[in-house]
Each structure stands twice: as structure tokens, then as C-alpha cells.
């Protein structure tokens, strides 16, 4: 896959600017891959649902970051802090509008393989699992725990999204959204603190 007018256009307006991002990001030393805008595997990358139906220019960061843990998050909000960007948080990638991607003055975090935990608790049938889980493949991981969960009919739609703002499906006339089953969520902060959020 080539890079498209818009992106050559665009490396070719901000070389500079994407020179000076490329030697912050390395000074990162950041565990997971670094994506930025221009690279040989960007126009792969920068794919999500929404490519296809919303203009290049809304859903093209200039920098895709995937951490491969906690440690990455802080070191990701720290670089955007300091470049004053915005951050979209993409890990499933099925926003219909293109929510979890930017434009090029922003960055994206990419979670879709960051938090893949799956610890089940028979005794006290709490299930404690990270965002990262595609639905077809956490399904099946239920099943296999004997266990279910109210989830939606898209196997790639991802857990990041879906607790929030999704989890509608079949079963939700008996058993409500996916959302009305969890007990609580951790969250990662623009300061750099960390907390977990109990649902009531
Ligand atoms: C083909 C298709 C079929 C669908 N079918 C159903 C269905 O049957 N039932 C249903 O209820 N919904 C369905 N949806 C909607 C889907 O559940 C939501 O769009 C969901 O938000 C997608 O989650 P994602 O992680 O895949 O997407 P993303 O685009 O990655 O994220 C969606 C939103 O959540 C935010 N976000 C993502 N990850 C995190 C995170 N880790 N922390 C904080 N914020 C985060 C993003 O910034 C974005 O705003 C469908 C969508 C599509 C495109």
C-alpha cells in the first residue's frame, strides 16, 4: 500500500516539524512500535473502519504510537503534552465517524494488543480482562470459562470501545449492555495518575 497525495503532500509541507517529532520519539525509548506519518507502513496503519468513509484529512494522525503497556501510556501523554497534541485512543478501530483516529497535528494510541489479561474467577464470578480482546475471540474464551457475557454480532469490534460506548446484542432485552455487567474500569489520566473507576 502507497502513501496517497494527501500524506506526500502533507510530509512534504511538514518535513521539519516530522523530522524534530521523529528524534523526540526515539528519545522516547519506547517499548511498543512507533508509527509516523509518511513511513513505508503508515497508509496500513492509519486503516480503521471510518478510512473509507471519511475525508483523509480527519482520520490521519500524525504519529501512531502502540504501547505495550503502562509505561508506554505515560511515556505516549508525556510526548503529547510536550507537543501540545491532542491524543485519539483507537482499539478495536470501529468507530463508525472515525472518533478513535485524528488528523495530522494529533496522535493515536493504539491499544488493540496492549492489555490482551483474561483472568476468570469461578469463585467469585468476576471476570478481569483488558481492553484489547476482540469480541469473536473473547466469546469464545467465555465459553470455554462457561460463562457469558451481553456482547454485540461483531467479531473485530474490540472490548476499548464496546464496554462504553456498544455492548448491545442479542440478549440485552434479558441481560441489559455489556456495560450494566461490569463492576469496574482502570483508567489512565492526562496527568499521569492512574485510578480504577467502581460501577455503582
Ligand atoms: C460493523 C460494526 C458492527 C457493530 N455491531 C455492534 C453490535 O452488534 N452491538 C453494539 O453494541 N455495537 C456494535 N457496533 C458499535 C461498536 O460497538 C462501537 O463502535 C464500539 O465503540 C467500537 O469499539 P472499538 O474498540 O472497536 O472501536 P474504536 O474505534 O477503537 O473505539 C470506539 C470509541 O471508544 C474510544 N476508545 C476505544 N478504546 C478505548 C480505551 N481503551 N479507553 C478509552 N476509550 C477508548 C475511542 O476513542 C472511540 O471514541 C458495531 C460497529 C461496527 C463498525
Known sequence: MSNSDFINKYVAEHKKQLEE??????????????????????????????????????????????????KDIQK??????????????????????????????????????????YEYDAETNVLRCGVSHALGSWAKMNHDHGIYLPMGVCAYVNLGGHVHTGGWGMVARSHGLLARSRVSVRHHTRQRREGTNRAA
Open 76 to 117: 505516549a501523554i508525556g510526548l503529547c503534552h510536550e507537543l501540545k497534541m491532542a491524543i485519539s485512543v483507537r482499539t478495536g478501530g470501529h468507530q463508525y465517524c472515525g472518533y478513535s483516529s485524528t488528523s495530522p497535528v494529533n496522535m493515536q494510541i493504539d491499544l488493540s494488543e496492549t492489555f490482551p489479561e
Open 21 to 70: 517529532l521523529r528524534v523526540k520519539a526515539n528519545l522516547l525509548a519506547f517499548d511498543g512500535r512507533v508509527v509516523i506519518i509518511g513511513d513505508d507502513d503508515y497508509p496500513q496503519k492509519r486503516l480503521q473502519y471510518a478510512t473509507t468513509s471519511v475525508a483523509e484529512e480527519y482520520v490521519s494522525p500524525r504519529i501512531i504510537l502502540y504501547p505495550t503497556g503502562e
